[in-house]
């Protein structure tokens, strides 16, 4: 069984841990994310009615729900109303059904508005938006839906986004001067964006994973000759490097693709 796979299982073993109204639960996992059970989002008054009830009107979203990342662990289960099914990130339904679809903003929650809806299971990535450096999503500037589509099959792309080609698609959509085709390409982008970025928030600027030369040499493969020296391909690096960074003034600064130099000077 992969891993994710017994992530859900052992998320779908604790229904019991639900009942016992615990409103926060951190749960271990073979994974590095934590994953917490926490209470979905709350509306006043209304309750619980489950994901059919949502068929009649919304049928766009239960037809392709099955299939995405937070359908495959649904369960009809009644005990679990509200924490596998459309009503864990859009909270208790029933006012919202019985008149008809009115109240927006009142009887349902739209998580494209606040992400807490979101952060209640997903506590590592609230983290990482706390973070020094991170796209602005607290702040209200971005929400989770321009980056996953958490409706649709493959949600590490933005709704209506091209799957196939989703590994920079969703940065390009903002991002175009990095993500543009270069006469002299950076191959490290077919490893997409997060080769180098994270894409939530990170303790270095430009959401860097690293700031210093190990950005670079986890892929370029260095050979040591005398002590002190570092060489990448046939050119000594020694002097360069304590110099700065590989991609300051004068060096690699075209990281992202030059038009002019294979080199990536400019
Ligand atoms: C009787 C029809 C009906 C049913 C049943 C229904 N909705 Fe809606 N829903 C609507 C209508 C109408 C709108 C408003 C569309 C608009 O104003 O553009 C809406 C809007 C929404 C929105 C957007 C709210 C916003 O603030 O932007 C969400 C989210 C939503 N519904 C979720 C659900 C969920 C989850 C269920 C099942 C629990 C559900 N709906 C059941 C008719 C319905
Ligand atoms: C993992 C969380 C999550 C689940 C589960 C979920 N949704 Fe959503 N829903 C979102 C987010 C995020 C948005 C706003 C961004 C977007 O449209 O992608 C949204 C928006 C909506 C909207 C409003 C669309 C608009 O144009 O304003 C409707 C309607 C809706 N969802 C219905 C459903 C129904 C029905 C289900 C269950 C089949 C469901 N959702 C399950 C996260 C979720
Ligand atoms: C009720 C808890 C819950 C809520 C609410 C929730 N998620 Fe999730 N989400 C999960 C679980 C559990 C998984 C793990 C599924 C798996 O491992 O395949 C997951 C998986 C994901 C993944 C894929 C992770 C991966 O490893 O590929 C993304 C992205 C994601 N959620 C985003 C969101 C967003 C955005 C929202 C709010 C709109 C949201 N989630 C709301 C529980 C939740
Ligand atoms: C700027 C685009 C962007 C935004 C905005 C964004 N994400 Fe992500 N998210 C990504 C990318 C890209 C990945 C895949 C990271 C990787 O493969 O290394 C990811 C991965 C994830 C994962 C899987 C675990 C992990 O960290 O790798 C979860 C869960 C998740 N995001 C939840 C969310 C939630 C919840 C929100 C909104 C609060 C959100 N994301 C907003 C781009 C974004
Ligand atoms: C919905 C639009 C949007 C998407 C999608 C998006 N970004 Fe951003 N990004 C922004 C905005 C807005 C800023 C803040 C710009 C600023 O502060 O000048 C930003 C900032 C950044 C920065 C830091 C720039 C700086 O000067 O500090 C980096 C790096 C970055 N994004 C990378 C990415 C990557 C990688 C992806 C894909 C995983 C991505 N972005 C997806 C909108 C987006
Ligand atoms: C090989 C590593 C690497 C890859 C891959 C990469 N970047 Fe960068 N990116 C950097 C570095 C290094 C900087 C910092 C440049 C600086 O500080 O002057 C940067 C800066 C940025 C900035 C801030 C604006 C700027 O130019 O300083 C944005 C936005 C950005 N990258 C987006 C992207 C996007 C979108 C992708 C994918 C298409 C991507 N990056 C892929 C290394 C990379
Ligand atoms: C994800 C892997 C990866 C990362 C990270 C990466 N690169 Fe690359 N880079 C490549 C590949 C693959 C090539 C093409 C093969 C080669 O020339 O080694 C390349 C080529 C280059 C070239 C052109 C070399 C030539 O002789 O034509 C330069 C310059 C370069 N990278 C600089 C950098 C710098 C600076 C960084 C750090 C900001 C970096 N790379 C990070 C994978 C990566």
């Known amino acids: ?44 008054g209304a309750t619980f009615v489950g994901n059919q009830a949502c068929a009649d009107c919304h049928t766009n979203y239960t037809r392709t729900f099955a299939a995405s990342a937070h359908g495959r662990f649904h369960s009809d289960s009644p005990r679990l109303a509200g924490q596998t099914g459309c009503e864990s990130c859009h909270g208790p339904g029933s006012k919202h059904v019985q008149t008809g679809g009115q109240g927006r903003d009142k009887f349902i929650v739209n998580p494209r508005k606040s992400p807490d809806t979101c952060f209640a299971c997903h506590v590592q990535t609230h983290a990482e938006f706390r973070l020094p450096h991170h796209h602005q999503v607290l702040e209200g500037k971005l929400h989770c839906g321009q980056c996953h589509d958490a409706h649709g099959f493959d949600i590490h792309k933005p709704k209506g986004g091209l799957a196939l080609s989703r590994l920079n698609e969703t940065c390009a959509n903002c991002h175009r001067e990095q993500s543009k085709a270069h006469v002299f390409g950076h191959e490290a982008l077919r490893e997409g964006c997060v080769a180098c970025h994270t894409p939530h928030g990170s303790f270095t600027q430009k959401l860097l ?19 002190g020296d570092i060489v990448f391909g046939n050119t000594s690096h020694g002097a360069f490097i304590r ?12 990281v992202h693709g030059s038009n002019i130099d294979p080199k990536l000077r400019y």
Do not use: Y
Not at 243 to 254: K, L, N, P
């Open 1 to 44: 069984m992969t891993s994710s796979g017994t992530r859900i299982l052992r998320w779908l073993a604790a229904p019991s841990l639900f009942i016992a109204g615990c409103a926060c639960l951190s749960l271990s996992s073979c994974s590095t994310v934590e994953r917490t059970v926490s209470a979905p989002p709350q509306v006043e």
């Open 243 to 254: 110099r700065g960074t590989c991609w300051s003034a004068g060096c690699h600064t075209a």
């Open 209 to 227: 994973h690293q700031r210093d030369v190990n950005l670079c040499i986890k892929c370029h493969a260095q050979t040591q000759t005398t002590a």
